[in-house]
């Protein structure tokens, strides 16, 4: 996992194939950015949606194999925890056309990071990650996520 503002990309364009474009991107983004998917270079996409956070995520953590994610906010603040993967109950196992398994809602031993203000996180597929979590009481969010094709 990265957790970093985005003011400090330099630090990470080098480390994977494709980051350095995914932080560009997010780094051009505001709040007037549409929902929907665009595309990057080769299998690398961005999905931007806009949602209100939640108190619970009742689907907990998720995971996957495939690509990485770079989550970053547009518009708003969310809470997400994030644990080993190995360290979480899966609750619906891999499912490789959506590349994503579940597992089951816990807090104990979990880092919670807090996106917006200019802040991103770098989720590999060790990393299980809950979120859409409110910050107090929910809000309406715009959340860009890269997807980083693993190769």
């Known amino acids: 996992m990265i957790y970093d503002n985005i003011k400090n990309l330099q630090r990470y ?25 665009y595309a990057l270079t080769g299998n ?5 949606d806009a949602y209100d956070t939640k108190v619970t995520n009742p689907v907990g953590y998720e995971a996957h194999r495939k690509y990485i994610d770079v ?3 547009a518009q708003g603040h969310e809470r997400v925890l994030v644990k080993p993967i190995d360290e979480v ?7 490789g ?13 979990a880092t919670e990071l807090t996106l917006g203000d200019g802040r991103f996180v770098v989720l590999f597929p060790d990393d299980a990650h809950e979120p859409q979590l ?17 190769k």
Do not use: W
């Open 13 to 37: 364009e080098q480390l994977l194939p494709g980051l350095a474009e995914a932080l560009h991107f997010l780094q051009g983004c505001s709040a007037n950015i549409q929902p929907g998917r």
């Open 89 to 95: 109950e899966c609750t619906m196992p891999y499912d």
């Open 71 to 73: 989550q970053f906010l």
């Open 44 to 48: 690398n996409y961005v999905n931007v």
């Open 134 to 150: 409110c910050i107090g009481t929910p809000e309406p969010v715009i959340k860009i996520v890269a997807k980083i094709e693993i």
């Open 97 to 109: 056309d959506r590349d994503v398994a579940f597992f089951s809602h816990t807090t104990q031993g």
